[in-house]
């Protein structure tokens, strides 16, 4: 079916572009859980910034 991805992005740095890990990341999670991402059919993506080293993703697929 139809899937939903969300993402959380735990950067170190202000400067990081939100959208930059997006596909790479993706592209991980395609190949590692089998599914084929024309299936996203809704995505959020949120950025956090934490202390350096503290760097982070989060995510959530589910179907939609």
């Given at each position: ?10 950067f170190?740095?202000?400067?990081a ?27 959020n ?20």
């Amino acid at each position: 079916g139809n899937l939903k991805v969300s993402y959380i992005f735990g950067f170190s740095s202000q400067l990081a572009d939100l959208d930059n890990p997006v596909k790479a990341f993706q592209d991980i999670l395609c190949k590692k859980y089998d599914f084929d991402d024309r299936r996203i059919f809704e995505i959020n993506v949120k950025k956090e910034i934490v202390k350096k080293g503290a760097e982070f993703i989060r995510f959530k697929i589910s179907e939609v």
